[in-house]
């Protein structure tokens, strides 16, 4: 995989504009790619289709081009993929892989049902045993899970290092399509890398635990495993992570103070990319990008001097 030209990917949400832990991800991303002359592909994760919008996902473009970070080529929407989510929901169901599930959102996060360290709960296979007289006793419709083998998957991610899941008992069965017939993050995901031909997915590193998971779902699928690197968050100096919440720190805010240059080499010295908080722009800063320089750990930054 490391000899083939990177392919990377940009997937916002259009569900509002861009903060700085979305540039950041968005920016790494980026100067992966074009430090090594590859390819970037552009699309709009737009599944919960209340929250987001064209209008977001023109103004996430415009935001992009502000930064100076282009792209090769945008894949449709997940909006309009449901048709190529269906073919792989029916491999898995040929695969008899698939089960419905009736547990209610409180059945999953009550107190007695399994959970991890962190607070997410394990699915504890509830429904997957289930008879035909029970499952017709529901009177709901139900979501579908796909079954997990007892086995650890280890993603050697090239920003934190080695990371060990096993899905049946760090997860338990997941749920690839829900109760209303959307498509999930983890399966959809999984089929547009795979179709895209994406070699390297660079994202924040809260999304570390869905890449056992995804290359779960690529083996079933014949989809090669992308490279993985979870790049840290960004904290404010008092430990709060920089988020959505932060109004006065998205681009909607941060475009009408400073020039991106600017913004670019904030998050780059933040980050030990380069030595001095100095204005640079991405085309600048891919000359000299390099996955060693970039810190591991969280990364703080005194976003009030934007």
Not at 222 to 240: D, K
Request: with cysteine; proline share 6%.
């Amino acid at each position: 995989m490391a000899d083939l030209r990177p392919v990377g990917r940009f997937a916002p949400t259009p569900s509002g504009r861009m903060h700085l832990g979305n540039v950041f991800a968005a920016l790494i991303a980026w100067l992966s790619v074009r430090s090594r002359d590859g390819e970037m592909v552009l699309r709009m994760e737009d599944l919960d289709t209340q929250r987001t919008s064209g209008e977001y996902a023109r103004i996430l473009r415009d935001d992009l081009a502000w930064l100076g970070l282009d792209y090769d080529r945008e894949t449709p929407p997940q909006s309009r993929r449901t048709a190529a989510y269906d073919g792989y929901f029916e491999k898995l169901s040929q695969m008899g892989l698939l089960y419905p599930c009736y547990c209610t959102r409180s059945q999953l996060h009550s107190v007695n049902a399994p959970h991890l360290s962190d607070g997410t709960y394990v699915y504890p296979g509830t429904c997957r045993d289930l008879t035909d007289a029970q499952r017709r006793a529901f009177d709901r419709a139900p979501a579908w899970r796909v079954m997990v083998p007892d086995k650890v998957w280890t993603v050697e991610d090239r920003v934190q290092g080695t990371y060990t899941c096993n899905l049946a008992t760090d997860c338990g069965d997941m749920v690839v399509r829900r109760a209303d017939g959307v498509y999930v993050y983890q399966l959809a995901v999984t089929v547009d890398d795979g179709e895209a031909g994406v070699t390297e997915v660079v994202r924040g590193m809260d999304l570390l635990s869905s890449a056992p998971r995804q290359m779960y779902l690529q083996e079933l699928f014949s989809f090669p495993h992308p490279e993985y690197a979870h790049v840290p968050m960004l904290l404010s100096p008092h430990g709060r992570r920089l988020s959505k919440r932060d109004k006065d720190l998205d681009l909607g805010v941060l475009r009408q103070r400073i020039l991106p240059e600017t913004l670019i080499g904030t998050l780059a010295f933040a980050s030990g990319l380069i030595d001095q908080n100095v204005p640079i722009s991405a085309k600048e800063l891919a000359k000299e990008f390099s996955w060693d320089k970039l810190k591991g750990d969280s990364i703080y930054l005194d976003a009030s001097a934007l």
